[in-house]
């Protein structure tokens, strides 16, 4: 056995003598509908993050990590079990998991293994907030990120000979969903900004040439999700602003969390992820909110700090592709000592944390449901191809290198029809690994 194989299971030492290692205290720290340029720490001036630029700094970031659905409900779902949402029948946030599944899920992995599982905040698996039985998890609080930290205290200091899984879920920057549609925000309204406070508009805010006709047809369908039919450029840019105040809002809460952990000796050798269920438009393609299949929704922060000593300090990995739903629940069950089904699709990042690699999967592939509006994607190194099931433009192939910003749909382009085969037939076969039927009804032309 080599080193890293029997650190994973927990022994290191000698060949004549081994040493069971400790299972260290797990924090999962998620944040919902972040897009992974809303962070100081790479570079993004319109926004300040102390918080998360001190885990980035102590640990690894991730800069291509995607869900595997850019919505709430189907996301968590899909992270806590480590399957995709259409192996898990769950394609919105109007429905839960099976019962058998969740019987799977990283609460009862965690709690079987030796762990207090703690959950505290939003849950949104279908509920918004967890139950207080059937999840693995003792419930903390519900959501509410003003008082989460605060109730998180007590058990901090609790002790236990018992290693800890706590989950500290916040709701923002969701917020900016209410403040999209005037609304007033649950946690405290913003100031109005005056328009030279505002972020300049980024480079891909114009719908591109072949554009998914179904995506523009979804958003005139649904104005109270996407009430930016009428705005200016500058209602877009004080949107910018309000998006970046309120990770900043959510920045000062995680900050918080880190000072109770480590005043209580639970930071240093604690492994802290740190992740968001899903992106947002952030005006790219005049988009807001989540659901579809861009770059900015699908793209996450994603930051893995080890326990001290374990793993890589101030790196980022510039090109593992990263599904966090499926391989953030091999990387807990890894650390913790789980061993998990081999018939998951995910991969822990422990190995990436833990040395200068820089590659996990070759592809990673994503889904989307609105209404009846179904999408799939398939994300390489170099190229991005998209499917939505209807309408004009429902094919999109980007290429990654030349156009990070997804403005050249490649998808009309004559000489690019052999590559635009070999991703048809590459989530096809994806398709034959989760069995969504509507997918194999899409792209079963091309199994050949």
Request: aromatic content about 10%; hydrophobic content about 35%.
């Amino acid at each position: 056995m080599n080193k890293h194989i029997l650190t994973t299971i927990g022994l290191v030492g000698t060949a004549s003598s081994f040493v069971f290692a400790k299972q260290p205290d797990i924090i999962l720290i998620m944040t919902d509908q972040q897009t992974a340029s809303a962070m100081s720490c790479v570079g993004n001036t319109n926004v300040q993050t102390p918080a998360m630029d001190e885990l980035a700094k102590d640990g690894v970031l991730f800069n291509r990590a995607y869900v595997s659905f850019p919505l709430s409900g189907p996301s968590r779902a899909s992270l806590f079990t480590g399957k995709t949402p259409s192996e898990l029948g769950v394609e919105g946030n109007e429905k839960g998991i099976r019962k058998e599944d969740m019987q799977q899920n990283l609460g009862f992995q965690l709690l079987n293994a030796g762990y207090n599982c703690l959950y505290a905040g939003k849950w949104h698996v279908h509920e918004t907030n967890i139950p207080t039985e059937g999840t693995g998890f003792r419930k903390v609080c519900n959501m509410n990120d003003p008082v989460l930290v605060e109730q998180c205290i007590p058990y901090l200091k609790e002790k236990s000979e018992k290693p800890m899984f706590l989950v500290a879920s916040f709701l923002n920057p969701h917020e900016i969903c209410e403040y999209a549609r005037r609304e007033s925000l649950p946690y405290g309204n913003l100031r109005e900004p005056h328009i030279d406070d505002c972020p300049n508009l980024p480079y891909n805010y114009p719908e591109p040439a072949y554009y998914p006709e179904a995506l523009l047809l979804h958003k005139e369908a649904t104005p109270k999700v996407y009430p930016t039919r009428r705005y200016t450029d500058d209602d877009w840019r004080k949107y910018l602003y309000a998006y970046y105040r309120l990770v900043e809002r959510v920045d000062k809460e995680v900050g918080k969390l880190i000072t109770e952990l480590k005043k209580n000796g639970k930071y240093d050798n604690s492994l802290i992820i740190f992740v968001s269920d899903h992106g947002d438009g952030v005006a790219a393609h005049h988009w807001n909110q989540k659901s579809s299949l861009q770059d900015e929704v699908l793209r996450v922060p994603f930051i893995v700090k080890a326990p001290k000593g374990q793993g890589l300090l101030n790196v980022k990995k510039e090109k593992a592709l990263v599904n966090i739903n499926l391989d953030i629940f091999q990387t807990i069950c890894d650390y913790a000592g789980v061993k998990t089904d081999s018939k998951l699709n995910g991969k822990s990042v422990r190995p990436l944390v833990e040395t200068n690699a820089d590659k996990l999967h070759e592809r990673v592939f994503a889904e989307t449901r609105m209404d009846d509006l179904r999408g799939w994607c398939v994300i390489e190194e170099d190229y991005k191809y998209v499917l939505y099931r209807y309408h004009e433009n429902r094919e999109q192939l980007f290429d990654l290198k030349k156009d990070p910003w997804e403005m050249q749909n490649l998808a009309k382009d004559r000489s690019k029809e052999e590559l635009l085969n070999k991703y048809r037939k590459t989530l096809y076969g994806w398709n034959k690994v989760i069995k969504e039927k509507m997918f194999e009804k899409q792209l079963k032309q091309y199994d050949n």
